[in-house]
């Protein structure tokens, strides 16, 4: 499928949304892809079976804090620096480029790559959402060697990082992406074609577009884009859980870049006295609690929407006064089994709350 | 000339007086060079002029604070996997290695590598004693590009910097040099036999040897340890001028690990009343003021020595009550020049004194 001009715009809605407050916003990613367009240059997206095992696949996406992202622009030329550089170790051609990350502008980093060189996107990710943190990813969970990781950054820096422990490579990552200016490139997690058929979140990227195009389509018949939201979450077989958690105005909000992440929380109240809603995020919204009383939590997806428009509004762009609803979804299945957790549910964020299935939270009519 | 364990202990002795208090004290690298020659591997000590123009010279160094490498050893194999990372970018062998620094343990890193491999050491390196930062060495000054550098830590981890900003390079390396734990092995300004030739401060492991024999001599005849050290610094042609600055015991100090550096000011009261002597570090003693009045300051080298053994005491060494001579020396005077003084004076650690020559600020006899 090739993507087109309201492809991308369907997917930056669909990616943001995905992004649980993370992974940035992608309005400027967008308009770069749409400037690759404009050169003639195609972006294809592939399904993973149209891999060959022996395929070498390069995850692409941003390591930072989106708050700086939102000042710091790239410069477009990030990604084919770490790709060239990944080829040269491997001394193979990449075949195919995929997101790290489906969410926020993440989505975006292996577009533009993939438009520049000629190379397809294939349709999956290694989160089926956003994390903070590079080993939050399906492949570290299944042991895949996250080395060599390659950054770069916008004034032309690159730095290549080997190592078999998949802590230390995040480690040493968001140091040197701190010191890159708080946010870079990074080709990570360099897959065979087997590898990625064996454990990538299938049809992630597929899934954010057809999410992006049903508030789209649902707007245009003046319908509830909220409602045509859902039900494309539940029909996308990934996130089989979705619905409205709070509805209210932003009352509060902390947020500080601090070790190379934004952190902080933001406070929700109902618009008719009808309660409160904090968040606590890093980058991503992380856990999400009612009136004192757990609603969410990673690794299930937390949002938060313009109650008017159904835009999502990334934890950067969080601001005082907001009227927001934040809706939940339930993460992809393999996010939430015991292999997991450890890696991506509360307890990684150092929460005390244990994990619990969003829909057991939630009264949803998921029919 | 082939290194033997009297030439390591030496060498040991004189890298630590050019270290400037800084390079790390060089007491757990000289045992692991024994350990080499225990092996029956050998280090030899060879002449800039016996490379050809176009061998690939390596110079090698740690990064990070002193502190933290007091406590935490290397495992010996850093060097060697940084010099292989080396030759597979270079796609050709290292000829030679060399100290990118001659002071303190810096001065060790290349010859645990040159034993291991069977490669020589040239007699020369980049800065005729220790400084805290990478771009404070005479390859920056003239041009030389700092990439690709390579870090390596006693896990096996592996970070290579690529960027044709050396100042850039100096602060990925010391973020990476963090992240490592605070102390990472680093080969860096790869040069040219061409190059290394006409750059290098040729000379400088011979130098320090000879200082580190005449002390021992002296000692061995009863004979005062500090003439003879000053008489073996004029003599090296290198460091014209030398003498004792101060006499006393450690009053005060402060200091803190920061920013992947020993940061700190210790104080020395005389015996007998006569005043005292502040000097400030980072890594390396930048500064020496007598009553509050300039004495010393970099490029010029400053370090702290026992006043009965004439050893000298790093930066991270120092204590309180410890009885000292604050001894100082003239730079190799590429140092001193009008190119080298924005790099390596004062200036360039924020420090208000500008630069005068230790000569001027000292009553010595030069005879």
Chains 1, 2 share one sequence.
Not at 20 to 36: F, K, V
């Amino acid at each position: 499928m090739l993507l087109e001009r309201i492809a991308l715009a369907d997917l930056a809605r669909g990616a943001a949304i995905l992004g649980s407050g993370g992974g940035g916003d992608p309005h400027h990613a967008r308009l770069m892809c749409e400037l690759e367009l404009g050169r003639g240059n195609a972006i294809e997206l592939i399904d993973v079976d149209a891999l060959s095992d022996d395929a070498l696949v390069a995850p692409c996406g941003w390591i930072g804090a989106p708050t700086v992202s939102a000042e710091k622009l790239p410069n477009g030329c990030e990604p084919i620096l770490g790709l060239r550089k990944l080829e040269e170790i491997k001394g193979a051609p990449v075949d195919a480029v995929m997101p790290i990350e489906v969410g926020g502008a993440n989505c975006f980093a292996p577009l533009i790559a993939a438009a520049q060189l000629g190379l397809p996107v294939v349709d999956c990710d290694g989160m089926g959402r956003a994390f903070p943190e590079s080993q939050m990813v399906i492949f570290n969970i299944r042991g895949v060697r996250a080395c060599p990781s390659i950054l770069t950054d916008a004034n032309g820096a690159l730095a290549l990082i080997d190592s078999d422990d998949n802590l230390v490579q995040e480690r040493l990552a968001r140091a040197i992406s701190v010191a890159m200016g708080g946010i870079a490139h990074m080709v990570e997690y360099p897959l065979t074609g087997r590898q990625a058929k064996d454990h990538a979140i299938r049809g992630s990227v597929s899934a954010a577009l057809r999410i992006g195009a049903a508030i789209r389509t649902a707007r245009r018949a003046g319908q509830d884009p909220f409602a045509a939201l859902f039900r494309a979450l539940r029909e996308s077989g990934l996130y089989p859980y979705a619905g409205v958690m709070f509805d209210g105005k932003i009352l509060d909000l902390e947020r500080e870049t601090k070790g190379g992440f934004s952190i902080g929380r933001v406070l929700i109240e109902g618009f008719r006295g009808e309660g409160n809603m904090e968040l606590e995020f890093q980058n991503e919204n992380l856990i999400a609690r009612r009136d004192g009383k757990l609603c969410a939590s990673v690794p299930d997806i937390i949002t938060v929407m313009d109650s008017e428009t159904a835009d999502s509004i990334t934890t950067e762009r969080l601001k005082f006064g907001q009227r927001v609803k934040v809706i939940g979804a339930s993460a992809p299945a393999v996010l939430r089994d015991g292999a997991s957790l450890p890696v991506v549910g509360p307890a990684a964020f150092g929460l005390r709350d244990g994990y619990r299935p969003i829909e057991e939270l939630n009264d949803w009519d998921d029919s």
